[in-house]
């Protein structure tokens, strides 16, 4: 019984037997309901294995089970069927029991049976390609940072290659994304994880100001200097500075900040003693610094001292498989703070929360939430709680278009476990070089060498 304590259990059916229900949540079982593609299609990303149950026989039709072929395919989900008899199946039912069920139940079955045979399903779910390796990695890891979409894995192959070298990195990215968390990353996966992590934020900070905060001021250096203060790259001896918005330093800055990342070494504001520091600098910036460069309101030079190495952090609205992920965990946080019961999402915000485009990114999607969650009533988020307009209802999809998107996901998830080896990707495929090339052409998908290695993108 323990061992499914939270373990998710997708039951998908017209009609959910209460008994099932009952059962399975005495099993430790985490429900989830859904009676149509679209309550599929508002479901967290994830890629934790779970186990999910189908009702094959509780009211779909042949194009509502073809609506489901996308789900069904997805190699972290174990799918057991419920029908009322093989007699009774269709042809569209039988190709999909066969190609993606671990097993099926004929009713009358017993429920203990069932609910062995799905943690069975989920346990195969663990040992397919790809799946183990992401249950590792988790969607939330130790350093905060949360992603399952190809974005992001790439952003967490580059933190980890960068936290090896000792040498300055810049990350770029625009505002809200979450930059000085990529900072934090690299610097507890860093030789210097256990000395002190400084940030300085360049824009908040006033022009006549920021010279002392980051260098220290001795006794008397002006007018209310009463005592001497270290500045922030003393604090961080040993340790990283981080410097946030580094394309809003003004120029004078600039230089000085060039002259330590040259000599390693400072001068107190009034002072006259050289003092030797040893940190690494972590930069980051939502400014374009080629044009700032062009535009001489940032030092070329200093610039190829910052950018040794650099990342990228993608913004949220390329990150739209994250979107819900994000949201429910921001969720789960509000919630511990709240003096009422926050139930969760309506379908109806769920469908905002992935139309919005996010232009403040998770920023934004925080403080909405955040907002929300002191709005709404009854304990159930709706889009107006989020100030976010209704969703627009699209057009179901054909089913051709549902193939070729799940063949799409199928080819990019293919070039993402075996790094872009187009040999190996067409071998786990069961297709040619040839067409896989074809293929590529056709949903424009193409490898191209990033900052830090390979990724795959669609152009």
């Not at 934020?201 to 002392?212: E, H, K, Y």
Request: glycine letters at 8%.
């Amino acid at each position: 019984m323990t061992a499914y304590v939270n373990r998710p259990l997708l039951y998908v059916s017209q009609h959910h037997d209460a008994m099932l229900c009952r059962l399975f949540s005495q099993r430790g079982w985490k429900l989830i309901f859904a009676s149509n593609a679209r309550d599929l299609g508002a479901l967290p990303a994830s890629s934790q294995p779970l186990a999910a149950l189908l009702d094959v026989h509780s009211g779909f039709s042949d194009e509502d089970l073809e609506s489901f072929e996308p789900w069904l395919a997805q190699p972290h989900i174990g799918w057991i069927g419920a029908i009322t008899s093989r007699d009774a199946l269709s042809d569209a039912a039988r190709r999909l029991l066969g190609l993606y069920f671990v097993d099926y139940y004929t009713t009358p079955f017993d429920p203990g049976d069932l609910a062995r045979s799905l943690g069975h399903a989920m346990g195969m779910a663990q040992l397919r390609p790809g799946v183990a390796r992401a249950t590792a990695q988790g969607t939330s890891r130790p350093d905060g940072m949360i992603g399952n979409c190809s974005a992001m894995q790439t952003l967490f192959r580059g933190i980890e290659k960068v936290s090896r070298w000792d040498t300055p990195v810049l990350i770029s990215g625009e505002s809200g994304t979450g930059k000085e968390l990529a900072a934090h990353a690299i610097h507890h996966a860093s030789a210097r994880a256990q000395k002190p992590f400084v940030a300085v934020n360049c824009a908040a900070i006033p022009p006549t100001l920021l010279m002392s905060e980051l260098f220290g001021y001795e006794r008397g250096a002006f007018t209310g200097a009463t005592k001497r203060k270290p500045g922030r790259i003393e604090m961080a001896q040993g340790g990283t500075l981080f410097l946030d918005e580094i394309g809003d330093m003004p120029l004078e800055s600039q230089t000085s900040l060039l002259r330590f990342l040259e000599t390693g070494r400072i001068e107190r504001l009034g002072g006259t003693e050289s003092i030797n520091v040893d940190v690494r600098i972590i930069s980051a910036t939502h400014v374009d610094l080629d044009a700032a460069i062009a535009a001489e309101r940032f030092r070329g030079d200093l610039y190829h001292r910052l950018c040794v190495l650099r990342i990228k952090q993608p913004p949220l609205r390329e990150r739209s498989s994250d979107i819900l992920l994000i949201a429910e965990h921001v969720l789960d946080g509000v919630r511990k703070q709240s003096p009422d019961k926050i139930r969760g999402f309506s379908p109806m915000a769920l469908r905002a929360i992935q139309q919005h485009t996010w232009p403040g990114n998770v920023r934004e999607l925080i403080n909405r939430i955040r907002h929300a969650a002191a709005m709404c009533e009854a304990g159930v988020i709706q889009p107006a709680d989020l100030e976010l307009a209704s969703p627009v209802e699209c057009a179901p999809s054909t089913l051709a278009a549902i193939r070729e998107a799940a063949e799409q996901n199928a080819i990019i998830e293919a070039l993402q476990r075996h790094h872009e080896r187009l040999i190996d990707v067409a071998a786990e495929l069961g297709i040619s070089r040839v067409t896989l090339f074809r293929l590529m052409r056709d949903y424009k998908l193409q490898v191209k060498k990033g900052d830090l290695g390979l990724v795959c993108v669609q152009g």
